[in-house]
């Protein structure tokens, strides 16, 4: 890699950014290489496994920190010993020039319950070479990272304040989860989930319903995945401050939409995501009462995540949970443009 950043997912909540996962899926469809270093249990973990068989050699997993730790009076030295060694190593792999990317989840939580000094962070980031991303996840980064960060994430997961006809879709009519927010990361969970749930055997769609067809990463990196499935339905870019929208996008998201509704009543995936569904519906290209009508009466087996800036208010009251990207900083503003492996 020519340029290599660091970046910060950081959170308040005790769930896990699922972005990282997705940025190694979209870098492996380009070449690159990953280490994936995990200090803390998160769900779909078996997922992981797999996913680095299936994504060989372009993806490696560790999770020897949190592997193997039992409830004995000895566990918290066992802890520390394992989360020191995984340091060691991913710091060792980081200077090797082996890998492109170094992803260290969850390294923030242990940070704020003092398994690893702030210094020793720091440090880490002082020694990152200029060819290798860096990405650290986790809860609340403090203030001394942020600054040496490029890009920065506050992932913010709230539950709805209420719901429609005294009837919760979100309970027992599978989960419903809405990613928006003006951060970077968005698509990027989903491909993360979505990735690690299909690894699963789970079959699972990300149904892109603004992008247009190009040879993205996870494009190319879905060919080694036989349980997931990427849609592209869009014509691209969304000229929005036009007099009005192009008709090509208003027939593409009509096609789109009566295409999503088919694959989400087939009961043929597990896991549907709606890529970018927010815009659209911001927009005007889709209804948001035709969305909020799905919701409702979609097949209790599927669960469904709708992504995208300016999610539909009501369309949030409805889900189970609601996740906001807030941009803290952003690359873009230093004028560093998107990235070949990292942004598509």
Not at 278 to 294: D, H, K, P, Q
Request: proline letters at 4%; a positive charge; charged letters at 20%.
């Amino acid at each position: 890699m020519e340029k290599g950043l660091i970046q910060v997912y950081t959170t308040g909540s005790d769930q896990i950014n699922f972005a990282p996962m997705g940025l190694s899926l979209r870098a492996a469809g380009q070449g690159l290489s990953t280490l994936m270093t995990s200090f803390i249990p998160y769900d779909f973990m078996e997922g992981a496994r797999v996913a680095s068989s299936l994504l060989d050699p372009y993806l490696t997993v560790d999770h020897g920190a949190v592997e193997n730790c039992v409830s004995h009076p000895e566990a918290h030295d066992k802890a520390r010993r394992a989360t020191a060694k995984a340091f060691q190593r991913s710091r060792e792999a980081m200077l090797s020039g082996n890998f492109d990317i170094v992803i260290l989840n969850g390294i923030l939580d242990l940070v704020a319950r003092q398994f690893f000094s702030l210094e020793e962070i720091l440090g880490l980031l002082e020694e990152k070479p200029t060819t290798v991303e860096l990405v650290l996840s986790g809860f609340k980064a403090s203030e001394q990272i942020i600054k040496k960060a490029d890009l920065v994430t506050e992932m913010v997961v709230s539950k709805p304040g209420g719901s429609f006809s005294g009837k919760d879709p979100g309970q027992g009519h599978g989960a419903i989860d809405v990613v928006t927010g003006r951060g970077k990361g968005k698509t990027t969970y989903c491909l993360g989930k979505a990735l690690l749930v299909s690894c699963l055997q789970i079959p699972t769609l990300v149904f892109q319903v603004i992008k247009s067809p190009s040879p993205y990463g996870e494009i190319r990196a879905i060919r080694r995945l036989p349980h997931l499935t990427i849609k592209t339905m869009g014509r691209g870019f969304l000229n929005v401050h036009a007099a009005g929208l192009e008709k090509k996008h208003i027939v593409a998201a009509r096609q789109a939409w009566q295409l999503l509704r088919r694959e989400i009543y087939s009961l043929e995936y597990g896991l549907v995501v709606l890529d970018e569904i927010n815009i659209a519906t911001y927009y005007g290209l889709i209804g948001g009462e035709r969305v909020l009508e799905m919701l409702f009466s979609k097949p209790p087996e599927v669960d469904l995540i709708l992504t995208g800036r300016n999610a539909h208010p009501e369309v949030m009251k409805a889900a189970s949970s609601v996740i906001e990207m807030r941009e803290i900083k952003h690359p873009f503003a230093k004028g560093i443009q998107a990235r070949k492996g990292i942004e598509y």
